[in-house]
């Protein structure tokens, strides 16, 4: 009796495996960045040049002309799309040249990619797409915030020499506030660390809780806000896989209950948009919204949020650039994990769970 023999073949994929989760929306802008002028960024290795269209909507092309390489960031932003600064190839929205200076027919392959760009909430989102689905599968996250009258806000974005997920690792302990905030947000240091945490997780987004009873005001509330004495303060932590939300803030002393979702006082909500650049870079969009408690001093208090927030994003980053540098100094040495890692932890988790996914799939 002959019996077949069924043999496996595995065809091994030329794409290189995905270093970063696939099919979500990260942030590539906020959208005050964008104007009529070339913005060069690369994220999650695409090298893009965004820049608004004449009808308002943002662009995202590969920065890249067809012709002869050059950045398209470094020719100009006209009417009907975006012109090389060498020989005037000019590019529609859609990435398709439809103009080449002296010469009548375009070839079909005169084109550049294209992005899937979608801007909401002043926000600018990328859509980093896997080969079964380079289109949006879902819409951006809401974050009706920036659009809430009940608050003001600014924001900015830094650039990073380091992995992603160290700042997601320093987001989702706050922990460490007591020691390196000292002159903005911190407080006593001791109160944060044995504050009681409390960690909910449902599928891809985890949730940290964290309360600070009758805490004394650190620098930036005092500066911000009137209180009378003692604070009870609050942490909401709540990680995504592209952006973290944090919402913190005060009320005085047993004057409202901090489970109450419409609770007064001083808020701070702050959004942070990691994106990576490379495997070792990142993008750190930020913006910080705060409810004014005198409509008058409106932008007086905008202005003192925002500066306090850029110290405490400054000493953060500066923490974060030598964690990282002594990291390279003893690349075989293992950490120890401790009582407040395990939010950040669970992040890992959801970021290593993501990427398997992707790999068996690619």
């Known amino acids: 009796m002959n019996h077949a023999i069924n043999k496996i073949v595995t065809v ?54 067809c012709h002869r390489s050059l950045a398209l960031s470094c020719g100009t932003v006209e009417e009907q799309g975006i012109r090389c600064g060498y020989h005037g190839l000019l590019y529609g929205a859609d990435g398709k040249c439809i103009e080449i200076p002296g010469q009548s027919k375009i070839p079909s392959k005169a084109k550049v990619k294209s992005y899937p760009i979608k801007e909401q909430n002043q926000i600018v989102w ?50 460490h506030l007591g020691y390196v905030h000292l002159k903005t947000i911190g407080g006593n240091a001791k109160i944060h660390m044995n504050a009681e945490m409390k960690i909910t997780q449902e599928d891809n987004k985890v949730k940290v809780k964290r309360y600070m009873l009758d805490s ?21 932590i709540e990680f995504n896989v592209s952006h973290i939300l944090i919402w913190t803030g005060a009320v005085n002393v047993s004057s409202e209950s901090l489970e ?88 890992r988790k959801i970021i290593e769970k993501l990427l398997n996914q992707s790999n068996v799939q690619s």
Not at 31 to 42: G, M, Q, V, W, Y
Not at 142 to 160: K, R, T
Request: glycine share 4%.
């Open 12 to 65: 091994e994929s030329n794409e290189p495996k995905p270093l970063f989760p696939q099919d979500e929306w990260y942030v590539c802008a906020l959208s005050k960045e964008i104007s009529n002028k070339p913005l060069a960024r690369t994220v999650l290795n695409h090298n893009i040049v965004l820049f608004r269209h004449s009808d308002g909507n943002v662009v995202a092309l590969e920065d890249k002309c």
């Open 126 to 175: 990328f859509w980093y797409g896997s080969e079964q689905h380079p289109q949006p599968i879902t819409e951006p996250p809401e974050y009706s915030i920036h659009d809430n009258a009940e608050y003001i806000f600014d924001g900015d974005v830094y650039h990073y020499d380091v992995p992603y997920q160290l700042i997601h690792d320093n987001l989702m302990d706050l922990s």
């Open 216 to 236: 004394t005001p650190p620098p930036t509330y005092s500066m911000a806000y009137p209180f009378e004495g003692n604070i009870d303060r609050w942490q909401e």
């Open 260 to 347: 109450d979702d419409n609770r007064g006082g001083f808020h701070m909500r702050g959004f942070h948009g990691i994106t990576p650049e490379t495997e070792n870079t990142c993008h750190y969009f930020w913006t910080m919204a705060t409810n004014p408690f005198d409509d008058s001093k409106k932008e007086e208090i905008k202005e003192k949020v925002i500066q306090q927030t850029i110290l405490t994003f400054d000493e953060d980053r500066e923490v974060i650039h030598q964690q990282y540098l002594n990291m390279q100094k003893f690349p075989n040495r293992s950490d120890i994990d401790i009582h407040v890692d395990v939010a950040a932890n669970r992040a």
